[in-house]
């Protein structure tokens, strides 16, 4: 925890939105600038806004591509990132081609 909160306190955005699970060393976590959402995985896995399996899920496939890319410029990391998203919520391969087509053909002619 000793380690982490710092970090934590330099890179989160003031009044941005943070979701953790309960490992306790949030415990010491001064949450004055943003709001903190804890999930137990125990207790719950699931509400009607938010699902932790489901982000995990999204950083795990967004971390595994980007792995590819051997460092990403931190300038376009936003662009990769909006790639993953864009993969994970269209999983199907032959509808990322049709959308793929879809956008380049103006540009082709």
């Keep these: ?16 939105i ?3 699970d309960c490992w ?3 415990n010491t976590l001064d949450v004055t600038d943003f709001k903190h959402y804890r999930i137990n995985h125990s207790k719950l896995f699931a509400d009607k806004r938010n699902h932790i399996n489901g982000i995990e899920n999204f950083w795990n496939q967004a971390k595994r591509h980007m ?4 460092g990403i ?8 990132l909006k790639e993953c998203e864009w993969r994970f ?6 509808i990322q ?4 087509r879809q ?6 002619t």
């Design 24 to 26: 306790r060393g949030y």
């Design 73 to 80: 410029p931190k300038e376009s990391f936003w662009l990769f």
């Design 89 to 94: 919520n269209t999983p199907n391969p032959k």
């Design 1 to 16: 925890g000793s380690t982490l909160i710092p970090i934590i306190q330099k890179k989160v955005i003031p009044d941005s």
């Design 103 to 108: 956008w380049v053909r103006p540009y082709l």
């Design 67 to 70: 792995r590819k890319f051997n």
């Design 18 to 20: 943070v979701y953790s």
């Design 97 to 100: 081609l049709t959308q793929i």
